[in-house]
Each structure stands twice: as structure tokens, then as C-alpha cells.
């Protein structure tokens, strides 16, 4: 399992820049074309208004380009970008099986289910979460709300969200490449272009997780982010939450 969630960051990667790149040979949000330019991309819209109001960015060669040179393996590489999704697409499909695999064998799928109290205690970590930096500030203490399991609710609907967003992923990519074999799966989330949509903004639901997910773990400590790799951790293990997951 420690395996497969650190391959996840390699093989994400590979996924997002090589469809990015994919998206510039036919942008899924398109407008008129610009009577000065002849610009129908709103991500090129986005880097032409940065390099305008940039001012580092005035003297950019190619302001249309620049979301796709900076966030893509660049415009212009359509074939190769293809060929580099789908190598990461089976390997993260493959990695994910793994990682399921692990969850099952291991028992700690146990921790991901929701329980009926998740409401609450989500507010309560959100309440904590905003207090935080007040709290901070005024040298005050703010504590953190006790839990008698494993994750709290919050971790639990991100940890439990990853997977969905990834069969999803898997599900929409599938529905893309062979819309006509898989013409009930693209009918299954509104049609091929809808499913284009689905897939382009589930590539948000990994950055929105990975970023906090990677600030949260460094701001806790060493020993976490040893934990992740080794497997073993230097913190009390408390009982009642081992217990509790069994």
C-alpha cells in the first residue's frame, strides 16, 4: 500500500501534463473567435490576460501558449502526449488495484467508512480549521476536537474521495477513447463531450487533495511523513482507536 500511494504521485503527474496537452488539440471550453487575435481557447484567454497584467510576463514570446508551456508537456505534441497518457493510465489503473488490493487484505478500508456522526464532526473540524490561525494569532489555545477513530470525518470523505475520483477517471477516460464500443458508458455520464467534461475537472478533485494533503503532513511532523515511507511511527498508538478499527 505504501507503494501505490507514493507511485499515485508519478503516475498523476504524467496523467495531468499529458492531458493538458491533449486538451489544446480540441479545448473543451471554446468561444467565438477573437476578431483581433482569432483566440476560441479560454485557457489561452487565461495566459494572454497573464501575460498582460504580469509584468514579468509582458515580454512573453507566445501568450496564448503559456497555460500549455507551464502546466502541459507544451502545445504541438498531441501524438506524443498521447502516448505518454495512456502508459500512465494503465500503470495508475494497475497501481490502484494494488492499492485496493491492500486495503482489503489489510483491513484498513474499515477507517474509510462513513459513519453516521460524519456531519457533525466534520463542522467540528471545520470550526477548528478556521479558528486555527485566529487563535494563532491572539496566543490563544484552540484544541484540537477529540475523535476515537482512526481518521476524522474531514479525512475520511478526502481519503474516501481519491478512489471514487479515480474509478471515475478510469470510467471517463474509457468513455472517451472508444465513445463507439463504449457508447452506453459515454451515454452513462451525458454523452462524449460531457464525459470530457467529467474527466477534465476530476484532474481538480487530485490537486485540491494532494495540496492541503501535502501541507497537512509536512506541517505535522517528521515522523508522519517517515511513517508513510517505513511504515512504522514513534507515536503512541492508542488503544481505543486501534479497537475501533478492527
Not at 14 to 32: D, E, M, N, V
Not at 141 to 159: C, E, G, M
Request: glycine share 8%; hydrophobic share 50%.
Amino acid at each position: 500500500m505504501r507503494w501505490s500511494h507514493w507511485l499515485n504521485v508519478p503516475f498523476l503527474l504524467g496523467l495531468i501534463l499529458s492531458g493538458i496537452s491533449i486538451y489544446w488539440s480540441s479545448p473543451i471550453y471554446q468561444h467565438k473567435p477573437d476578431p483581433l487575435t482569432g483566440n476560441f481557447d479560454v485557457a489561452a484567454d487565461i495566459g494572454i490576460w497573464l501575460c498582460v497584467h504580469v509584468p514579468w510576463l509582458n515580454h512573453y514570446d507566445s501568450p496564448s501558449d503559456w497555460i500549455y508551456n507551464h502546466m502541459s508537456l507544451g502545445p504541438g505534441m498531441l501524438a506524443l502526449a498521447l502516448r505518454l497518457h495512456w502508459l500512465c493510465a494503465y500503470a495508475f489503473m494497475l497501481n490502484g488495484g494494488v492499492y485496493v488490493a491492500g486495503l482489503i487484505a489489510g483491513g484498513a478500508w474499515r477507517g474509510l467508512l462513513p459513519r453516521r456522526t460524519d456531519l457533525l464532526d466534520a463542522l467540528r473540524m471545520v470550526r477548528y480549521y478556521i479558528g486555527l490561525p485566529l487563535a494563532k494569532l491572539a496566543r490563544r489555545q484552540w484544541p484540537h476536537p477529540s475523535f476515537d477513530t482512526k481518521y476524522n470525518a474531514l479525512q475520511r470523505a478526502a481519503y474516501l474521495s481519491v478512489p471514487l475520483a479515480g474509478c471515475l477517471s478510469v470510467a471517463t477516460g474509457w468513455a472517451i477513447h472508444k465513445p463507439m464500443q463504449f457508447h452506453w458508458l459515454a451515454a452513462l455520464f451525458g454523452g462524449y463531450n460531457t464525459a470530457r467534461v467529467w474527466h477534465f475537472w476530476l484532474i481538480w478533485v487530485y490537486i485540491l487533495f494532494v495540496v492541503p494533503h501535502v501541507i497537512l503532513v509536512l506541517a505535522d511532523g517528521w515522523d508522519t511523513l517517515r511513517s508513510m515511507i517505513v511504515g512504522w511511527s514513534t507515536k503512541v498508538t492508542r488503544p481505543e482507536v486501534m479497537a475501533n478499527e478492527q
